[in-house]
């Protein structure tokens, strides 16, 4: 006796037809798909180089950079949190809020993923802010690559992503439009900068990254790729005492001599270049007086600079390296200075 009556058509056998199992079975596979957050967020896979390089960094004057709130940068930096800590669910929910994008890509050349961090709208689109691009390789080495003048100071940009990828490093950080983009100018480190040039403005979504990647872990150290031209060389040369043309000045951006032999990632990075006599490596504080990177925002926040826009760092953290180099190192050394810059990381680190 059957207190309710059956609606499902059973076979002879009792059993109910094969086509009630598989609508079951596919309505409860829909409903777990969509109770579990995505982890993929957007799925590219390719050359990431060729994709980095495919930016479109504006014009001299277009004022194409928008300097970002107080409250921007604040949902940025959680953004940029749930990025690095690789809460993909999170980020993307943040991401879209502030028009940004996470995406996993496949690069076919290393054969490994990375994870980028980029504006959903480029140029020529109105909604383009030239926050600059931010890409994570999961497990690299401690250390970042910054490019914050990728286009202005010539090759930098491509030289940044080359080395980041030749090296493995854990983190790449390109500015997002020239630093001669903007009208305005830097309230930063006197009057000689534009607003946009992120090496010397603090209210930068660069600099947002730059300040919790150098708080979160004090022993990562950070690469800043420059350039000068012929009056600077001509200059530098005077003062280290060289007729080269291809010529470094590093610094760890604060005015004091440091020893040759310590270990510190400059001098590491200057052995490196010493040993084949092809590049000349001067050292700002030891043998140049000028191009030391001491008004550097970035470089004074990890020195820790009671006021990283205004004030000089007093000492050096030993984790920033300002890197300014000649035309000639910058178009036609870069796979050099790649295999200098591994060689460094790996005796720094060893």
């Keep these: 006796m059957h207190l309710f009556e059956t609606h499902s058509q059973r076979l002879t056998n009792g059993a109910r037809p094969l086509a009630t199992y598989i609508i079951f079975t596919v309505v409860l596979l829909i409903l777990t ?16 180089d060729r994709h980095l390089k495919s930016y479109n960094y504006g014009t001299k004057a277009d004022n194409k950079w928008v300097q970002p709130s107080g409250n921007y ?42 994870y980028l961090l980029q504006e959903k709208y480029q140029l020529p689109s109105d909604k383009f802010i030239g926050g600059g691009t931010y890409v994570m390789n999961v497990g690299g080495t401690n250390a970042v690559l910054q490019a914050p003048h990728p286009k202005r100071d010539s090759f930098t940009g491509t030289q940044a992503i080359d080395a980041f990828l030749y090296t493995q490093t854990k983190l790449l950080m390109l500015a997002g439009t020239r630093r001669d983009s903007s009208h305005d100018i830097s309230e930063c480190t006197g009057t000689n900068y534009s607003a946009s040039d992120v090496a010397h403005q603090t209210e930068s979504l660069f600099q947002v990254v730059h300040e919790y990647m150098s708080d979160f872990d004090l022993e ?57 006599g092809v590049i ?71």
């Design 220 to 276: 990562t150290v950070f690469i800043q790729y420059h350039g000068f031209g012929k009056t600077t060389r001509a200059k530098l040369q005077a003062q280290c005492g060289t007729d080269n043309d291809l010529m470094l000045n590093l610094s760890e951006s604060v005015r004091y001599a440091t020893n040759d032999q310590e270990h510190s990632i400059l001098h590491s990075i200057r052995r490196s270049v010493e040993s084949e």
């Design 280 to 350: 000349k490596a001067c050292v700002y504080g030891n043998d140049t007086r000028s191009l030391g990177g001491t008004w550097n925002v970035q470089g004074r926040h990890t020195n820790d600079s009671v006021d990283s826009c205004h004030k000089s760092a007093d000492a050096s953290s030993k984790r920033f390296i300002h890197l300014e180099q000649s035309y000639g190192v910058r178009k036609y050394h870069r796979k050099a200075m790649q295999r200098h810059l591994k060689t460094a990381l790996d005796e720094y680190f060893q």
């Design 73 to 114: 940068q604040t949902d940025f930096k959680a953004l940029f949190e749930a990025f690095h800590q690789q809460n993909w669910p999170l980020a993307d929910e943040l991401a879209q809020a502030v028009n940004y994008q996470v995406i996993q890509f496949s690069d076919v050349d290393t054969d490994k993923v990375y």
């Design 33 to 48: 798909v969509v109770s579990f957050p995505s982890k993929a967020l957007v799925i590219m896979s390719g050359e990431l």
